[in-house]
């Protein structure tokens, strides 16, 4: 614990997960003075989230290690498939083929259309994700993290917020209260500092369904054999589907690591359960007894879908799963945190420097929360179609019933799998069209589809993906926070641009761009990208330069 006489921070993070973390690096980089504190000793030892999606892998890009993600999890050649079988020993129903994770930046590169990106997605284990945004963190000289500390109690007032940290590294324990500008719960699904500032949550829980929908026991497990006995294709994630017991079944570490989620049934009550029960329930899901290791267990619920009322008050702001809670069908609890995190750090480290107005920070909830709800939407939408597809009692039948029925699940199973996991509109097409920072053009984006993207540069939506003539990503021109993109004939409206942003104390990097698929995909010479890498402005002269950066910079209601 740093000494309490020491200087209090500028932003005290409560939470050390994928969010928290993130944000803490977002802040660190802009010279922030950030606390990060965790009741916990250390990142996940769990798993946790298994997939990282293709934006948040950008969004990592950006941030300069997206290749050291994309080398964690598995071995780089392993398929990153997902497929059903009745039982992952027995008949295969489905799959849908994806890219190694070394073939994945080649595969970039010729993608069209929907999956214009430097970045596909990462099948990796949460926990692996979170040693690295650790690490990143705490190289920075602004960014403290303090493990075994937790928020005990927080005040908000107008002018600070006082939170009272217990230090739990000390034998005797020690209590102190800071008093910091801004504090931001990171701090989970059962968020104290969302209960403290009495936000409830909307939406909708305790939702039942055969699978995705109630009591889940995760089993995190180690498996010697496994893949010495697959009678299969090797993949990421293995679904089983049959009237006794439905599950996923997630390779960890590509060799010996599986993470197990059985959906239990009303009567069982696992809380008393011992390795020996897991490992009944490895054999149901398997269909084959195999010699496991329980590394741990535990139960949790599936079936929700859940935004917080709120995501600021006044000074105290909430994120990741403090504000959303998600059934992880689709994979988007973490990507979300993740995103809720880009968003915010830019917009608390303008205010806190003073270059923006407080439009700026309340923009925050204004954006995200419509996300929040966009996507908890999505994911009960994919838990309903597979979780209530129930499995005919004579799928396993060695008989022409028996293959009948699996060849109707198999048909319903390939369906699902394309919609739960291609899913470039849900990871790209998150917009901010209401939001009061955002330069409206006229122009309306094209329809919000889970499963398919067309790439737009409407303000208020995530810049448009080409390669460069000389190779590179077009991402990788862009600075850390305000870019400017233009043709080489705007050049002086665009130094203009940029001299007015300047002058208001903003970073910006000024990009001339002469490639045809930049007017073909932006449909205009100038477009200004937020440091979040979303598209604030596009336009052809920068005579109202001022009025465009006083409404991006929430200073006054501004353009639009
Ligand atoms: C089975 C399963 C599979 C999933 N799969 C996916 C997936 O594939 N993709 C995906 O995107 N998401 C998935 N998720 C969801 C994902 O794990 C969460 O959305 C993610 O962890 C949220 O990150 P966070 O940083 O907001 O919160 P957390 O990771 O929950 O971190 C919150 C932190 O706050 C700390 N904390 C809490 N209270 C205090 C306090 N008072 N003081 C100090 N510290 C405190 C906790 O110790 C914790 O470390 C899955 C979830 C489950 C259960």
């Keep these: 614990m740093p000494h309490p006489d020491s200087p209090s921070p500028d932003v005290l993070i409560v939470g050390a997960g994928p969010c928290g973390l993130t944000l803490a690096i977002e802040l660190g980089r802009r010279g922030i003075a950030t606390w990060v504190v965790d009741t916990k000793t250390g990142t996940a030892f769990n798993p946790q989230a298994n997939a990282t999606q293709a934006r948040t892998m950008e969004l990592f890009r950006r941030l300069g290690f997206a290749h050291e993600i994309r080398q964690l999890g598995l071995p780089p050649t392993h398929p990153t498939d997902i497929a059903y079988f009745t039982r992952v020993f027995q008949h295969e129903l489905a799959r849908l083929r994806l890219p190694t994770a070394s073939q994945a930046a080649q595969v970039a590169r010729v993608s069209q259309g929907s999956w214009q990106t430097p970045e596909l ?8 994700v979170e040693a690295t945004l650790l690490r990143h963190a705490q190289a920075l000289p602004n960014v403290r993290i303090l493990f075994e500390h937790e928020l005990l109690a927080l005040e908000a007032h107008d ?18 209260t800071h008093h910091i500008p801004f504090l931001v719960g990171a701090d989970g699904a059962h968020s104290r500092v969302r209960k403290t500032l009495g936000i409830a949550w909307e939406g909708e829980t305790g939702v039942k369904r055969e699978f ?24 990421w994630m293995y679904v089983s589907f049959n009237p ?33 029960h897991a490992a009944q329930l490895v054999t149901e899901v398997l269909g084959v007894a195999l010699d496991v290791e329980v590394l741990s267990m535990r139960t949790w619920i599936a079936g929700h879908a859940l935004t917080a009322q709120r995501m600021q008050h006044g000074r105290v702001l909430l994120a990741g799963d403090a504000a959303h809670l998600f059934t992880p069908t689709g994979g988007l609890g973490y990507n979300t945190a993740v995103e809720d995190a880009v968003n915010l750090g830019w917009k608390l480290a303008s205010t806190l420097k003073g270059h923006a107005g407080p439009e700026l920070l309340a923009s925050y909830e204004q954006e995200r929360l419509p996300v929040a709800q966009r996507n908890t939407g999505f994911a009960r939408g994919f838990a309903q179609n597979i979780g209530t597809f129930a499995a005919d009692p004579c799928i396993e039948a ?54 398919a993207y067309e790439p737009t540069a409407c303000p208020g939506g995530r810049p448009p993906h080409f390669w460069l003539a000389d190779g590179q990503s077009l991402y990788d021109r862009f600075g850390f926070n305000w870019t400017l993109l233009h043709t080489p004939g705007h050049k002086e409206q665009a130094g203009h641009m940029a001299a007015v942003g300047e002058s208001l104390g903003i970073e910006i990097v000024a990009v001339a761009l002469d490639e045809p698929a930049f007017e073909t995909l932006y449909q205009a010479p100038m477009a200004l990208i937020r440091p979040d890498h979303m598209v604030a402005w596009r336009g052809g002269s920068a005579q109202q330069a001022a009025q465009v950066w006083q409404r991006c910079l929430g200073l006054t209601a501004g353009v639009g």
């Design 121 to 128: 997605p990462h099948r990796v284990s949460q926990k692996y």
């Design 159 to 176: 002018t600070h917020v006082v939170a009272t940290l217990q230090d739990h590294t000390q034998a005797q324990g020690g209590r102190y």
């Design 212 to 235: 995705m929908g109630g009591k889940t026991l995760a089993v995190y497990l180690r498996c010697p054999t496994f893949y010495q006995q697959l009678p299969h294709d090797p993949a």
């Design 244 to 276: 006794q017991r439905r599950a996923f079944w997630v390779t960890v570490n590509g060799q010996d690591e599986f993470a197990m989620h059985a959906a239990l049934h009303d009567h069982e009550d696992a809380s008393n359960w011992g390795p020996a």
């Design 398 to 451: 060695d008989s022409p019933q028996g293959q009948h029925a699996r060849s109707l699940a198999g048909t319903h199973l390939q369906q699902h799998v394309e919609r739960e996991f291609n899913i470039p509109g849900v990871t790209f097409g998150s917009r901010y069209n209401n939001s009061p920072v955002i330069c409206p053009d006229g122009t309306q984006a094209p329809p919000d589809l889970p499963n």
